[in-house]
């Protein structure tokens, strides 16, 4: 019998009537043919419900006790999911973490799976199961504790399942019907991607957009899982994550993304020496802070200024970090100033591996829209940049435009 | 170190306040010497709200996805507890039933408790835990599956872990300050009971007093199991239930309990002959139907009239199971009538064992009120007499004060 491994997030079953929508997506594939792995996820708000009474207990909480209350709440939906299923005739049960067993490392908040063992699930799909409902989430550390993936998480279990039962196909069913050009909700001629690679999907994934767990794409990359995105709630084709080889046709650029979690820390006149570099971004990194963009101005009398970009989140702790070294005296500098009034806009596609004057296309459509770049970056696929929040939206569309994304090759 | 069980209701722990408070009653018993084992209900409601949901999927729905649905309860509560003690600075952990593990039937719903493994709480203890925090109602079955015990199983679940782990008491934590001489919101001079033996808690707890389960008490009684009642919101003393020797004094009747779930059945001009009897309660035994005092009246002309109490819930079938038998012609009667307005009193007392007397001082005390009694059943230890349900109340007055109840001996 060929295996699908089919995900759905929290909205896909926020309440009772989605449930009975998402089981009958399901069954529509158990007509078909397929047994199932369902993977769920917990239930509308129930997560961030769940970890408000754990900040409640304690402003230094145990992870593992936090993961024993948060996993409870896909606990409880793959329940409910398997019991929807029967109601719909469906030979259906829920499996827990440490029922399959997941296994994962002791990480607890941000474990990482190590392995699925599949004798427990092959020996009941023998017995008839058509459809095992697994709790996304989580699984079971070597001591026996419940251990959750992290935020976004349930790709990631999905994904496991789908490598470790050599699925067909996971499908992963959002509130979105699949990955765009740009976001909808800005760029009103954005286009539905019948399929992307799995490289510009992990850009696009760790640039902002909020289809897929960056996680889950790096394991599917790895194994090869054909990932699908498709809405919850229509049945529209979905979009088609693969190998680069499986899409015939390819534009230079396939999307464009951007993201509100940027912000701008520039360090004033820095002592300008060989290391300094290295001691400035050393006691950032140190400190767990994710530098994404930097620049360096020419320097003045042996004065520079630097500046870098991070998470919104670590702004806080990139700042004490380098005022911390400035009074151990391993950074000399005179003043360090925090913008978060500014956004990154990326550009991501394979075909800029072979093309060039991408950059220039995009800095060029900017200028003319008069927006001022403040930073860049750029890997071997993408191409970001820092602008003010305030042009976001019309940075996104003039790219948009410019790269003509509203036609397919 | 010695060991204590300590058990808290679902009232006890139905918000992030009575968890507190809750928690600092483990805390005390840490501070005196003891470790514990804290087992935890599901928050307020939880459990009704998780079984709505169920039945919001199917009439007819799978009784192992049931317990896997409503077990998240008691996890959740469980972990959030062992979260409230860590932030007092008490070495706590959870362990939901699987971990420890609690092994039970496979009787999903209704599940009993076969053994629970005492060597992993047992490491724990020996590296440093303080409290063992576990979820009260679940274990785990044969099969691997989460299985729940019934309504109240909590109680049960602690007498169990103190029976397995030899504690010295299993205190039992709820919203009453202990066991009384009658029920004080009908009785205003009801006296808390300082002890009562196994056999009378027994009693009231099967005879309508909702402070214990009844199984709970059984378990207690044959593992001789020292249980304390006591509230989660005072420091009262509470009442221990214990072995009849370790009470010194005994009055002759120790209290009165009352329930409405009681019904009147009659079965009109039944067929008089041998083996009829058999015949009508082998049907209502078929059918589950838990028949308590039997009446059958003088016999003219080869006719008699039975009647029979049976718990409100059950009457529809009873009723039932009794036509079929009158269709089936093993049971002939004429005509047969249901009556709910009616209410059990009973009173307990081991003194009854060794005094006479106590039955003739009962319906002389309700006959001064005019009180008229429908129906009588007794035990070694108890008197019940069946009531208008109008007259409750001034039933249990007249005999708390004819038993002079309000007055230890």
Known sequence: MPLLTMKFGGTSVSDMERM????SKIKREVDRGYNVIAVISAMGDTTNNLVGLVEGTSSLFDAREYDAVISTGE?????LMALVLQDLDVPARSWQGWQVPVRTTSAHGTARITGIETKGLQAKFAEGMKVAVAAGFQGVSPEG????????????SAVAFATAFNC???????????????????????????KISYEEMLELASLGAKVLQTRSVELAMRYKVRLCVRSSFNDNSGTLVCDEE??????????IAQSLDEAKISILSVED?????????????????NVDMIIQTISERKLTDMTFTCPVSQVERAVNALRTARERGSVGFRDLSADTDVCKVSVVGIGMRSHTGVATKMFGALAKKDINIKAISTSEIKISVLVD???MERAVRALHDEFDLETAT
């Open 145 to 156: 504790r419940i251990a959750t993936l992290g935020r976004g998480g349930s790709d990631t």
């Open 75 to 79: 606990s409880l939906a793959s329940a």
């Open 389 to 391: 929040r305030i042009h």
């Open 168 to 194: 067909e196909r996971c499908d992963i069913y959002t509130d979105v019907d699949g990955v765009y050009t740009a976001d909808p909700r800005l760029v009103a001629n954005a286009r539905k991607l019948e």
């Open 273 to 289: 020496r060989p290391g300094v570099a290295e001691a400035v971004f050393g006691s950032l990194a140190d400190s767990g802070v």
């Open 246 to 255: 499986d899409i015939m046709e390819q534009n230079i650029v396939s999307g």
């Open 20 to 23: 009975r929508a998402a089981a």
